[in-house]
Every structure is written in structure tokens, then in C-alpha cells.
């Protein structure tokens, strides 16, 4: 969940943001005025792709501590595809293509350990028609719009086939997820997002102040809207069971295999620490980390996010927040709070993101973010004055100017793929974009090939340090449109 007015309406945002910087930015400089607030950098940014301690909840909950990593590939290796990067993407790429190409040489070349990034930190909620549902509808109306939320319906599916028929156990609900109206005004955004929904056939449920009340115990919010079709997941549960699918299917998985190094041609080289690998096919599924790679640097702007939890919630604070549908929520605020309850009755959640402005990736534990989400949740919850707030995490995501994702070929190498451009909503799409990465590595055309994420430019995101300076100011202005 990167950033921005609500998940559905944030190109509008992001496109003005971004416009904006180039003049904004030049008066700040200008003036020299450059308060630290702006560039408040995460003290906790590692050096590279590691960090020596996650306190993230999901890790714990799946035993990642005690999980073993596979060994890193070692020596020269020849192989037909090689997936760089074991996130959702990287490896629902290789689940679909080891089913549409039995017998291929399939290596996925993981930094760390699968599930290390973004999908094993995340919030969990599997929504579909996102990143971009509302872009697409208005920018290739309806009929595309829901063609798009169709395929992210595939996505979700996807994950159950995981828990129904390999017995990944995930923690899937089915509850469906609400949007929230930070403001009296926000009300109308709802009022849009369901008539855009309805114009697809998707039945929203609206709900005013009192009945949104009724469902969840909290004076903040001014009116919901319900969509059935979005789920919740266990993350890092979802990645171990994945990486286990894609073995059991005979893929190769090596772990703390960090590339350092692509060589694009007719066969690919890609140099890792401990091994050469040359492929005749290369899938990028990187997101937030491809800038660091050195690939989409100036189309996509890793930002960092992050998430909290609390202890379990008893039965008598249970009571008092209602939420009884354990639906995901979040708020309309360009820097919205998400909220999810998890298995174990914690609350998950995570307001706001930073922007770093280097570019360069961070995982999170940036004390006053957390500080501000706490808070964030006891005003939603004053009820809930005096809970444990046991984990903070943060990743990195990737932000596009127009808040969509891409699949697509790079460039003019015909045999390097990539699947990047969640901007903060990959749980379900990076399903679908692993899918769609392996149909065009297998060479097949199918409908989901002419959907609007597919075979696109993603747009220049402008010069640093530019970007990012009218980045932050958007953000801490909290600028709504
Ligand atoms: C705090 C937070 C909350 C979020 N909440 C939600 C949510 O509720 N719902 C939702 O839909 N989305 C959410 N997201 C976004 C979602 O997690 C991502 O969009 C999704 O996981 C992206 O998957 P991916 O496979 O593309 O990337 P990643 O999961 O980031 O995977 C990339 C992998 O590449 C590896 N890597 C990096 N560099 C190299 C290299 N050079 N060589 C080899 N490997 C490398 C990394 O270790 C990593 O495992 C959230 C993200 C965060 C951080």
C-alpha cells in the first residue's frame, strides 16, 4: 500500500504531486530551505540488502528464525530461466512456468531467503483490481477497467489454489475489505469508487457514518464501502508455502544469492558472489529493489513502508472495537492507516510511508513513523488506551507515476522479462503479474496480454533529487484533490 488519496485514486495525486516537484522542488533549493522534517532519513537504513534483525510479526508467527535457508548456487551453471528475486512475483512466475514448461531448467536467484522483501513483510490484504483500478477506468474506461479486475480475481485464486490443492496454509480470510472516509468530504470519493465498481458489476456496499458505527466501534470515520471480493493473508506464510509449491514442482531455489551483476544477450550472464549463471531467459521480479540493481531508475521510486502490531487483542477488547466481519480497513488519507486483525486477534497495521531520498532501499523501524502510527491507532481505538505494541517492521515498495504496475520485455533484449510496479499492492497482483510474465516467456498469447499493465512504458518519474523533495512536501502536506 505505497501511498496516496486511497489506493484507487492515487495516480491523481501522484501525477500532481510529481508535477509539482519540478516547481516546488526548484523554490525550495532556491531558498535553501530544507527542514529536516523533509528529509527525515531512516537511521535505521542498512547498508545493503540485509539487515541483521527484522521485528517483523509475520516472520515470527512462520518461525523464520528457524527456517533454513537453501544454499546459494555455486559455479558455473547453465540454465533455461533464471527469476531474479524470490518475492510473490519472482515466484509465481516460476510456479506458472514450471507448469507451462515441465522438464525447463528453472532457477530462482533469491538475495536473501524467499519472502525476505516486500511479500513477507506486507499487510496481508489480498485486494483485487489493484494498484490502478481507478487509472484504468478512467484513462481506458469500463470494459478494460473490468477486464483488469477480473484478471486480479485470477491473482486471488491463484493463492487459494496454493491452500486448496498443495495445502498452503496462509491463514486466508475470505472477508472481504472496507474503505474508510477520513473526512466528510472523502464521503463523495466513495460515492465515485462505487459507482465505478457497479458500472464493472461488482456490488460495493456503502455505508454511512451511523451503520459504519455500528460495524466498528470507532468515531473516526464518516462512511465505508465494503467490497466483497478482497481476502487477508498471512504474507510471510503465503511466501514459505510458495516457495515450497515451486519446489515441489522442480524448481530450483537458491537463497542469499544476491546477482550483483546482468549481462544481457543472446544468452543471458548473470554473476552472482558465488556463482556464474547463463540463461537463455532472464525474469526481473525486483520491485522496490530494481532501482538498486540498476534497472527502472528513473521509472520507478522505491519507497519505504511500514507496519506494527499489537498484541492479541482479548475478548473483552474485541468486543469493544466490534469489527466482527475481521475485514481489512483503511482510511482514505493520502497517507492512509491500513488496518487487519490477524489470526491471533493482533491488530496489523501501518499509516504513512517515507521517501528516501537516495533512492535507495530501507526496511524500516523508523522510530517516529511508528510513533505516529501508534498514536494513529489509539485515536481510531481510545478504547484500546494501554495495549502492547509488540513489532514494528517497514520494506520497501516500488512507486510508478501512474500508479500501475508492469510486465513486459526489457527493452530491446527479447529475452529478459520483468514483473515490477506494485506501488504498495502486490499481494494479489504480483500473482497475476508472475502469471503473465511466464505466458510471455513461454511465448503465449492469452487476454491477459492485452491487459493495460502489459507491454507499457511506465512513465519518467523525473529527475532526482527533485522527485523526491516534492514527494516528501506532498506527502507531509497531506494534499487532497
Ligand atoms: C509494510 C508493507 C505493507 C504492505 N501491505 C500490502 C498489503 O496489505 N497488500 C498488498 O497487496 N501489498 C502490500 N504491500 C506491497 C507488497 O508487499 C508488494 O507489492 C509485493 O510483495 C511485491 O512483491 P515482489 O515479489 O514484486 O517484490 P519483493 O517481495 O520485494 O521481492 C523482491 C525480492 O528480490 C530480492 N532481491 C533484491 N535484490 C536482489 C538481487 N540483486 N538479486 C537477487 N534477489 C534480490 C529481495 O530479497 C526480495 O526477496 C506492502 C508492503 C510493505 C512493505
Same mark, same amino acid.
Given at each position: 500500500m505505497a501511498d496516496s488519496q486511497s489506493r484507487q485514486g492515487r495516480w491523481i495525486s501522484r501525477r500532481s504531486f510529481l508535477a509539482g516537484a519540478a516547481l516546488g522542488g526548484a523554490g525550495v533549493w532556491a531558498v535553501g530551505v530544507m527542514p529536516r522534517w523533509i528529509f527525515s532519513?531512516?537511521?535505521?537504513?542498512?547498508? &545493503?540488502?540485509?539487515?541483521?534483525f527484522v521485528d517483523n510479526y509475520w516472520f515470527e508467527s512462520v518461525g523464520m528464525n528457524d527456517v533454513r535457508d537453501n544454499p546459494p548456487l555455486k559455479g558455473q551453471q547453465r540454465v533455461d530461466i533464471a527469476i531474479v528475486g524470490g518475492g510473490f512475483a519472482g515466484m509465481s512466475t516460476a510456479y506458472n512456468l514450471a507448469r507451462l514448461l515441465p522438464g525447463k531448467r528453472i532457477v530462482v536467484l533469491e538475495?536473501?531467503?524467499?519472502?525476505? +522483501?516486500a511479500s513477507g513483510r506486507? *499487510? *496481508?490484504?489480498?485486494?483485487?483490481?489493484?494498484?490502478?483500478f481507478a487509472y484504468v477506468y478512467e484513462t481506458h474506461g469500463p470494459e478494460a477497467a473490468r477486464a483488469y479486475y477480473d484478471a486480479t480475481l485470477l491473482g486471488l485464486e491463484q493463492i487459494r489454489t496454493f491452500v486448496d490443492?498443495? *495445502?498452503?496454509?496462509?491463514?486466508?480470510?475470505?472477508t472481504g475489505s472496507t474503505m474508510l472516509?477520513? +473526512?466528510?468530504?472523502h464521503v463523495e470519493y466513495l460515492i465515485e469508487h462505487q459507482q465505478r465498481l457497479e458500472q464493472i458489476g461488482v456490488r460495493a456496499e456503502l455505508m454511512d457514518r451511523a451503520e459504519m458505527r455500528r460495524k #466498528?466501534?470507532?468515531?473516526?470515520?464518516?462512511g465505508g464501502l465494503h467490497d466483497p471480493n478482497h481476502a487477508i493473508v498471512n504474507p510471510a506464510k503465503l511466501a514459505l508455502g510458495m516457495k515450497g509449491v515451486i519446489e515441489s514442482l522442480g524448481v530450483e531455489v537458491s537463497e542469499?544469492?544476491?546477482? #550483483?551483476r546482468m549481462m544481457p544477450g543472446s544468452t543471458v550472464r548473470l554473476v552472482t558472489e558465488f556463482a556464474e549463471v547463463l540463461a537463455d531467459k532472464v525474469v526481473i521480479?525486483?520491485? *522496490?529493489y530494481a532501482p538498486q540493481f540498476g534497472l527502472f531508475k528513473n521509472r520507478i521510486l522505491p519507497v519505504n513502508i511500514y507496519a506494527a502490531a499489537t498484541e492479541p487483542l482479548n475478548e473483552a477488547q474485541m468486543q469493544s472495537i466490534g469489527?466482527? +466481519?475481521?475485514e481489512g480497513l483503511w482510511d482514505t488519507r493520502s497517507d492512509f492507516m491500513y488496518l487487519r486483525l490477524s489470526a491471533d486477534n493482533r491488530i496489523v497495521f501501518g499509516e504513512g510511508g517515507m521517501i528516501p531520498y537516495d533512492g535507495s532501499p530501507s526496511t524500516g523501524n523508523y522510530q517516529p513513523l511508528i510513533e505516529k502510527m501508534q498514536s494513529s491507532l489509539l485515536e481510531t481505538?481510545? &478504547? #484500546?488506551?494501554g495495549v502492547r505494541f509488540t513489532h514494528n517492521w517497514g520494506g520497501t515498495v516500488a512507486a510508478t507515476k501512474d500508479g500501475m504496475p508492469s510486465v513486459g520485455t526489457l527493452a530491446?533484449?527479447?529475452?529478459i522479462f520483468h514483473a515490477v510496479g506494485?506501488? +504498495?499492492?502486490?499481494?494479489v497482483m504480483a500473482q497475476l503479474a508472475g502469471r503473465i510474465a511466464a505466458e510471455r516467456v513461454a511465448g503465449r498469447e492469452t487476454?491477459?496480454?492485452?491487459?493495460?499493465?502489459?507491454?507499457?512504458q511506465m512513465p519518467y518519474i523525473g529527475p532526482e533529487p527533485v522527485r523526491n523533495l516534492g514527494a516528501a512536501i506532498y506527502r507531509k502536506l497531506d494534499l487532497w484533490e
Open positions: 532519513k531512516d537511521p535505521h537504513r542498512p547498508p &545493503q540488502l540485509y539487515e541483521y538475495g536473501a531467503r524467499c519472502g525476505y +522483501g506486507n *499487510g *496481508g490484504f489480498a485486494d483485487v483490481g489493484e494498484p490502478g490443492d498443495y *495445502g498452503v496454509d496462509c491463514e486466508l480470510e475470505l472516509a477520513a +473526512g466528510e468530504s #466498528l466501534h470507532s468515531d473516526r470515520f464518516f542469499r544469492s544476491k546477482v #550483483l521480479a525486483l520491485n *522496490g469489527w466482527a +466481519g475481521r481505538f481510545p &478504547q #484500546l488506551e530491446d533484449s527479447g529475452n506494485f506501488n +504498495g499492492e502486490g499481494v487476454p491477459l496480454s492485452r491487459l493495460a499493465m502489459v507491454d507499457k
